[in-house]
C-alpha cells in the first residue's frame, strides 16, 4: 500500500492505464490476426494505422510498432510474389 498521497494517486492512474492498455492491446491482436487471414493491400493498409494508432495511444513503443508494420508489409509481399 502507498504511503503517500502522490503515491497513491500514480497507483490509481497506473491501473485505469493498464486497463486500459490491455484492452486496446487485445483487439490490435485480434484485427491483426484477422488481417494476416485475409492478407490484401487493403488489410495490410489497416493493419498499419490500426498499429501506429497503438503507438500513438503509447501502447506500443514505437519500434515495436514499426517492427511489426515492416513483418506485416513482408507477409504481404511475399503472399502477393
Known amino acids: 500500500m502507498a504511503n503517500h498521497i502522490s503515491a ?4 490509481r492512474q497506473s491501473e485505469k492505464q493498464r ?12 484485427k491483426i490476426k484477422k488481417i494476416k487471414l485475409n492478407i490484401g493491400i487493403e488489410s495490410a493498409r489497416l493493419g498499419q494505422s490500426v498499429l ?13 510498432a514499426a517492427r511489426r508494420i515492416s513483418r506485416l508489409v513482408k507477409n504481404l509481399n511475399q503472399n502477393l510474389a
Open 52 to 64: 501506429a494508432s497503438a503507438a500513438r495511444m503509447g501502447v506500443l513503443h514505437r519500434n515495436t
Open 19 to 30: 486497463i486500459r492498455n490491455r484492452s486496446i492491446k487485445s483487439a490490435l491482436n485480434t
Open 8 to 11: 497513491a494517486k500514480r497507483h
